[in-house]
């Protein structure tokens, strides 16, 4: 009776993993070696800005999860993006602000402080409004396709200035890669800097 219980356990086990990685358990216990040895060959992005091989993986997390590297690469993008977005606001907004008393540098003197400032006004609060409707609308469907095989990840069919070419796209991508990279890296250090020096861009 214990066998059997056993059994039925580890089936239902199998079937909750399945139902999350849409990826049938024999199939990925079956491919789990392959995978590893080419996880970095199927991405764009194992580069370094002088073009040479950066197979940056300490915590070995794409070999120990497989089915989620897609995922990984989603959220590597998506952060990118945003710091991107991130670096380009905190300087501009040293120099130029929305129209509205709430925006001015008599309110705001330095972007730093406009998070707490904005949270007390209400900006903020429609800022997370927006993303969350972002993500319930667009981002689930998305990374549900990715999940199902349809979609790669990232990607969200706006192409109007994509290359004809695959190897010039792939170049755009790791381009894309490298640049949010050094922008999450950039965005950290012009928070901490604006904080220690309580200064502007350049932030010196």
């Not at 970095?40 to 040479?52: H, L, M």
């Not at 890669?177 to 010196?204: D, K």
């Amino acid at each position: 009776m214990k066998s059997v219980v056993a059994v039925v356990a580890a089936t239902c086990l199998a079937g909750s993993i399945d139902a999350f990685t849409g990826t049938p358990l024999v199939s990925r216990v079956a491919t789990k070696s392959a995978l590893q040895m080419s996880v970095f060959d199927d991405y764009v992005g194992a580069s370094d800005y002088r073009g040479k091989k950066f197979e940056f993986d300490p915590l070995n997390l794409a070999e120990s999860y497989p089915p989620f590297v897609p995922w990984f690469r989603e959220c590597e993008l998506r952060h990118g993006r945003t710091a991107m977005l991130a670096v380009m606001g905190f300087i501009a907004t040293d120099f130029i602000r929305l129209p509205g008393a709430m925006y001015s540098f008599e309110a705001i003197p330095k972007t730093i402080d406009a998070h707490d400032a904005l949270l007390k006004s209400g900006p903020m609060y429609q800022l997370a409004l927006w993303i969350g409707l972002w993500d319930i609308i667009i981002t689930a469907p998305a990374v549900q396709a990715m999940g199902n095989g349809e979609r790669e990840p990232g990607d969200y069919a706006w192409l109007w200035f994509a290359p004809e070419s695959d190897d010039g796209f792939d170049t755009k991508r790791a381009a894309e890669l490298l640049n949010g990279r050094l922008a999450m890296i950039a965005v950290g250090g012009i928070a901490t800097q604006s904080i220690v020096t309580g200064h502007g861009f350049p932030y010196v």
